[in-house]
T-cell receptor, first 115, second 113 residues
Framework: GAVVSQHPSRVICKSGTSVKIECRSL??????MFWYRQFPKQSLMLMAT?????????EQGVEKDKFLINHASLTLSTLTVTSAHPEDSSFYIC???????????FGSGTRLTVV | KQEVTQIPAALSVPEGENLVLNCSFT??????LQWFRQDPGKGLTSLLL?????REQTSGRLNASLDKSSGRSTLYIAASQPGDSATYLC????????????FGRGTQLTVWP
């Protein structure tokens, strides 16, 4: 149990366009999902906490208008990178947990390249 | 603010060796601690989860210990294999059911034949 699916795995987009990344909990309901960003040879940086039915909570320094998060159902959260620029190129990963005592499950990640 | 440190940053060993990866954290008020494995360009795979009330967990050749009072955890890998090559990440969950994860920067492990 506790499988998290993330799509797409890779995306290349032109500068100025928007890209949507989906994160789904396949066999459980997740009222909370988390979005991370990872730079090469760095650890994961928490960007925001996605809450079903309410606004996301963004970490300090993360632009909420640039990284739009929607958590419209108990199994789906989306991250939209708006007006993408080359500096937004990175590896984005989502996670969720079945229950507080269960531990976190991560998606397979999305490699975004903005050209 | 919780800070997580992993030592060593990188490790290269011949197969068959027993390995110890270290993780330390500054705030002992954690809910649990989780060890992950990450292969290049991939997501994270959970290896072991230790609740704050537990001292250790075992899964196959992996054993993780937790000393909450001293802010340390150790991941022990027995009889290492080339397939164990990956980056190993330690993460602690803040001291509540709603706590967020704090990650170390990982130990990059290479096991050569």
């Amino acid at each position: 149990g506790a499988v998290v699916s993330q799509h797409p795995s890779r995306v290349i987009c032109k500068s100025g366009t928007s890209v949507k990344i989906e994160c789904r909990s396949l066999d459980f309901q997740a009222t909370t999902m988390f979005w991370y960003r990872q730079f090469p040879k760095q650890s994961l940086m928490l960007m925001a906490t996605s809450n079903e039915g309410s606004k996301a909570t963004y970490e300090q320094g993360v632009e909420k208008d640039k990284f739009l998060i929607n958590h419209a159902s108990l199994t789906l959260s989306t991250l939209t990178v708006t007006s993408a620029h080359p500096e937004d190129s990175s590896f984005y990963i989502c996670s969720a947990t079945l229950s507080p005592n269960y531990g976190y499950t991560f998606g397979s990640g999305t490699r975004l390249t903005v050209v | 603010k919780q800070e997580v440190t992993q030592i060593p940053a990188a490790l290269s060993v011949p197969e068959g060796e027993n390995l110890v990866l270290n993780c330390s954290f500054t705030d002992s008020a954690i809910y649990n601690l989780q060890w992950f494995r990450q292969d290049p360009g991939k997501g994270l795979t959970s290896l072991l989860l230790i609740q704050s009330s537990q001292r250790e967990q075992t899964s196959g050749r992996l054993n993780a210990s937790l000393d909450k009072s001293s802010g340390r955890s150790t991941l022990y890998i027995a009889a290492s294999q080339p397939g164990d090559s990956a980056t190993y990440l330690c993460a602690v969950k803040g001291g509540s059911t709603l706590g967020r994860l704090y990650f170390g920067r990982g130990t990059q492990l290479t096991v050569w034949p």
